[in-house]
């Protein structure tokens, strides 16, 4: 039946969220280890929409981040890739992921799965009372970021994790300088990066080595 796992108990689903700029080696270890220690059926990564203004920073396009992240995740039989928040459009919020993820599976139980960095963030927000009522969190440990204890917030689990110092932000810089990023992402995911000419300095760079 629909929603139920092989042992007839209800279907538990973790969801990963990012911006998956380039996706890594830090993002999977986050979703295998959580997946692990929930007994969860499936992960699901949800690569964010393209922000409607680029504050900031230019993101890379909607699709080359989905196909990244289809490419790391394809191996692994409990990974998958939605795009729903790629597809709603616009700066992605938590909120909207998960009413979408309620009404897509009713009869699941979510998990929400997040870095220290992005939990303390969450937090920060108004209305997070909500956030609480459609899924479980569960903050994983990043190295540069503390993780808060949340004590009274009852839904949010803390989860300590092998060490992963990466970041899509060092990624980037990597491009940029032509420094190598093999091993700190997926194979695939170097040799689409370098197919499409992704994070590289403008012409008259050196080429990277990666
Ligand atoms: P950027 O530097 O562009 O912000 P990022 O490496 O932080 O990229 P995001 O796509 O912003 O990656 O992160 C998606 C989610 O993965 C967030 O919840 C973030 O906290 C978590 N995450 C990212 N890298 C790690 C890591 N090395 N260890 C644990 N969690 C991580
Ligand atoms: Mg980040």
Redesign the pocket.
């Given at each position: 039946p629909a929603g139920a796992g092989s042992e007839g108990r209800r279907r538990r689903l973790g969801i990963m969220?990012?911006?998956?700029?380039p996706i890594?080696h830090?993002?999977l270890v986050?979703a295998s280890e959580v997946a692990a220690e929930y007994s969860l059926d499936e992960v699901i990564f949800v690569p964010t929409g393209e922000p409607w203004q680029k504050a900031g920073r230019r993101v890379t396009s909607a699709e080359h981040r989905y196909l990244l992240t289809v490419i790391a995740t394809a191996s692994n039989p409990r990974f998958s890739v939605s795009r729903v928040d790629i597809d709603r459009g616009g700066t992605t919020y938590t909120i909207d992921t998960l009413r979408d993820f309620r009404a897509m599976y009713s009869d699941a139980d979510l998990f929400f799965i997040?870095?220290a960095?992005?939990m303390a963030q969450i937090m920060s927000w108004k209305n997070v009372e909500e956030l609480w009522e459609l899924a479980h969190f569960v903050s994983?440990t990043?190295p540069g970021y503390r993780s808060e204890d949340f004590g009274r917030a009852e839904n949010i689990s803390l989860m300590e994790i092998p060490a992963?110092a990466?970041?899509?932000?060092d990624l980037r810089a990597r491009g940029q300088a032509g420094d190598p990023v093999w091993y700190l992402v997926p194979d695939g995911v170097v040799q689409y990066i370098n197919k499409h000419k992704l994070y590289q300095a403008g012409p008259g760079a050196r080429p990277s080595d990666a």
């Amino acid at each position: 039946p629909a929603g139920a796992g092989s042992e007839g108990r209800r279907r538990r689903l973790g969801i990963m969220g990012g911006t998956f700029d380039p996706i890594h080696h830090g993002h999977l270890v986050a979703a295998s280890e959580v997946a692990a220690e929930y007994s969860l059926d499936e992960v699901i990564f949800v690569p964010t929409g393209e922000p409607w203004q680029k504050a900031g920073r230019r993101v890379t396009s909607a699709e080359h981040r989905y196909l990244l992240t289809v490419i790391a995740t394809a191996s692994n039989p409990r990974f998958s890739v939605s795009r729903v928040d790629i597809d709603r459009g616009g700066t992605t919020y938590t909120i909207d992921t998960l009413r979408d993820f309620r009404a897509m599976y009713s009869d699941a139980d979510l998990f929400f799965i997040t870095g220290a960095d992005a939990m303390a963030q969450i937090m920060s927000w108004k209305n997070v009372e909500e956030l609480w009522e459609l899924a479980h969190f569960v903050s994983v440990t990043r190295p540069g970021y503390r993780s808060e204890d949340f004590g009274r917030a009852e839904n949010i689990s803390l989860m300590e994790i092998p060490a992963m110092a990466i970041s899509s932000t060092d990624l980037r810089a990597r491009g940029q300088a032509g420094d190598p990023v093999w091993y700190l992402v997926p194979d695939g995911v170097v040799q689409y990066i370098n197919k499409h000419k992704l994070y590289q300095a403008g012409p008259g760079a050196r080429p990277s080595d990666a």
